[in-house]
DNA sequence: ATATTTTAAATTATATATGATTTGATATAT
DNA sequence: ATATATCAAATCATATATAATTTAAAATAT
């Protein structure tokens, strides 16, 4: 059971309090302030935010101190398009891989999603639907493809907290079109068609998104 | 005119060092020699070890020190499977954007690879090379996609510099490839085939790699 | 001779103090 | 009243010292 460094011990705290968005986009995080509330001098307190500027979460001006990094909402839609990318090349390159029991765990998955949407729990909705979405790329044998789509998914965690933004769902749409991407898998289509349509179900969310800022 | 700060120094040292190959993987890097080489305290050191860490040229294991990190050889093709796969989509979806400025600058790139190769200077071709594929999405408005692909690259030369290994280039065909690459930009095909094209010139080096490997 | 324990050395992790820089408040000039 | 300069406070950045941990070497036991 090995104890946390006090250095770890501050970075976990900090970066909980951002990606909770309990410190919000632009907030200072002045180091001795925090060193008083945890505890600790502040050398471990620089370390921790030297690691999260490097995530990007923190921004640090020298000489100025720190501030939880802005978020421009156009990131959030890069981000996914980017993923859009990814994730249907992901699926396809581990198709091959696809079991029985991972299109069993699919189906359960977004019958979770359904019954969170009927409770309007927007939360386990957004939990959920990402976990569909890890649960489609399970076998990648690619570590590094794996590990930035894993990546990227807690991106987006991380804005939708830091950022109150309008974020499109299209739960009901969305539903029926991971009942259609688990038969694409299922019935193992051909490579295009399941990259495209998993790319084309990421881009929708831009696509409504475009739709209602401009209508407004 | 700013003066860097001391952790700022420490950091361009030390990354310096590894993207250059002088720190091999595996490599311990011990503070306090560190600090006495750059006539420096043991805390900026250990703050630039943890960005660097963060970038995950560096493994920190607590009490006992960093080293630089081992790279697995896999992770050049992981890394370069990916890249394949982003820069086709980023190609496609600034395909509107394509200059006729550009496309001779693709075309002076290619050039200038084309003589690196008959010199022998595997080194200014590896270079231009990359230059040669992050000029095709010179114009890509998706700022985290391009930012993704730019670090790409560069962990592609990290790990070139840091692991000993073959690394297929197929320089005549790449080379001849680039000059489909153009045309296809300049005709402005239609973006299923140079998306495919695209991600294909880089996986052949992946499929050069193993065909070698298996055959030794 | 080998295995285990103890000790010493090397190094890491962090506290405290001090120097350096920025920011904000106040005073002065226009 | 506004602009500029000065000063003070807050905070950052880092040096030095000390405590903590790991690793290697030496001593002891089998």
């Known amino acids: 059971m090995k104890k946390d460094s006090k250095q770890e011990i501050a970075y976990q705290f900090i970066r909980s309090r951002i990606t909770e968005g309990i410190y919000v986009q632009g907030q200072r995080l002045v180091i001795d302030t925090l060193g008083k509330e945890l505890n600790l001098s502040p ?99 690619n570590k590094s493809l794996f590990n930035l789509i894993e990546q990227m998914w807690e991106k987006l965690d991380t804005i939708r907290r830091l950022k109150p933004m309008y974020f499109p769902t299209r739960a009901p749409e969305a539903i029926s079109e991971h009942e259609k991407i688990i038969s694409l898998l299922e019935t193992k289509q051909p490579s295009f068609e399941i990259e495209q349509f998993i790319r084309k179900h990421h881009l929708a969310a831009i696509h409504e998104y475009n739709k209602n800022v401009t209508s407004s």
């Open 43 to 141: 050398i471990p307190i620089r370390e921790a935010i030297r690691r999260l500027e490097a995530e990007g979460l923190v921004t640090i001006k020298a000489y100025s101190g720190a501030v939880v990094s802005f978020i421009d909402e156009k990131e959030y839609f890069e981000v996914l398009s980017t993923l859009a990318a990814l994730e249907g090349y992901a699926v396809v390159t581990s198709i091959s891989q696809v079991t029985i029991e991972q299109i069993g765990e699919l189906h359960e998955i977004n019958l979770q999603i359904k019954e969170a949407l009927h409770q309007f729990n927007f939360n386990g909705y957004i939990k959920l639907n990402k976990e569909f979405h890890l649960c489609t790329i399970k076998y990648c044998t």
